[in-house]
């Protein structure tokens, strides 16, 4: 049962336009979402949070959205750089359910200069 | 600083041998987990340990052991590996609040068993 779900395994953008990776998921005691990006051979770093309460967080060039009602939240990269080319991660945590964080398949974004 | 140190950095293992993975983490966090990564599943928590003296199953416990030898370390055991445990392992540690203070992860371990 995949509870945070990245629905698109790739995604090709032109350098400085807009790159838009979506996450869905199922769990509705989810109260804490967050971004991760990874490169090759190294670990997740985390990029940008938002908690339930909110339905936007801006962090310079990276925009999260949440949907509650449609269990769907979306990070916004603009203008997009070839340094982003990276995977992407979408989390998710329940404070009721002890905090952990469950983890989409991740997207692996493509910038081309 | 180190931040979250894991080693070793490659292995290769034979069906049935064992082996422990390593972290250590030096931002005196108090919450520790092992993930590991998949191709085509994204991270999946193995176990975690809220804080010293504490450990939890995760998703996919089975085939593994921990240990919290004390806050800075927390060890993964492949008691027998199996060619399904072949993956990226990844160290976590995060401090008060757990799900609202993001994970800091090390660089992974690339296990393979043949």
């Given at each position: 049962d995949q509870q945070v779900k990245q629905n698109s395994p790739s995604l090709s953008v032109q350098e400085g336009r807009i790159s838009i990776l979506n996450c869905d998921y199922t769990n509705s005691m989810f109260d804490y979402f967050l971004w991760y990006k990874k490169y090759p051979a190294e670990g997740p770093t985390f990029l940008i949070s938002i908690s339930s309460i909110k339905d936007k967080n801006e962090d310079g060039r990276f925009t999260v959205f949440l949907n509650k009602s449609a269990k769907h939240l979306s990070l916004h990269i603009v203008p997009s750089q070839p340094?982003?080319?990276?995977?992407?991660?979408?989390?998710?945590?329940?404070?009721?359910?002890?905090?952990?964080?469950?983890?989409?398949?991740?997207?692996?974004?493509?910038?081309?200069? | 600083n180190a931040g979250v140190t894991q080693t070793p950095k490659f292995q290769v293992l034979k069906t049935g041998q064992s082996m422990t993975l390593q972290c250590a983490q030096d931002m005196n966090h108090n919450s520790m987990y092992w993930y590991r990564q998949d191709p085509g599943m994204g991270l999946r928590l193995i176990?975690?340990?809220?804080?010293?003296?504490?450990?939890?199953?995760?998703?996919?416990?089975?085939?593994?052991?921990?240990?919290?030898?004390?806050?800075?370390?927390?060890?993964?055991?492949?008691?027998?590996?199996?060619?399904?445990?072949?993956?990226?392992?990844?160290?976590?540690?995060?401090?008060p609040g757990q799900g609202n203070s993001p994970l800091h992860f090390g660089n992974g371990t690339r296990l393979t068993v043949t």
């Open positions: 340094g982003d080319s990276a995977v992407y991660f979408c989390a998710a945590s329940a404070q009721n359910q002890g905090g952990k964080l469950i983890f989409g398949q991740g997207t692996e974004l493509s910038v081309k200069p | 176990y975690y340990s809220a804080s010293e003296g504490t450990t939890d199953k995760g998703e996919v416990p089975n085939g593994y052991n921990v240990s919290r030898l004390n806050k800075r370390e927390f060890s993964l055991r492949l008691e027998s590996a199996a060619p399904s445990q072949t993956s990226v392992y990844f160290c976590a540690s995060t401090g």
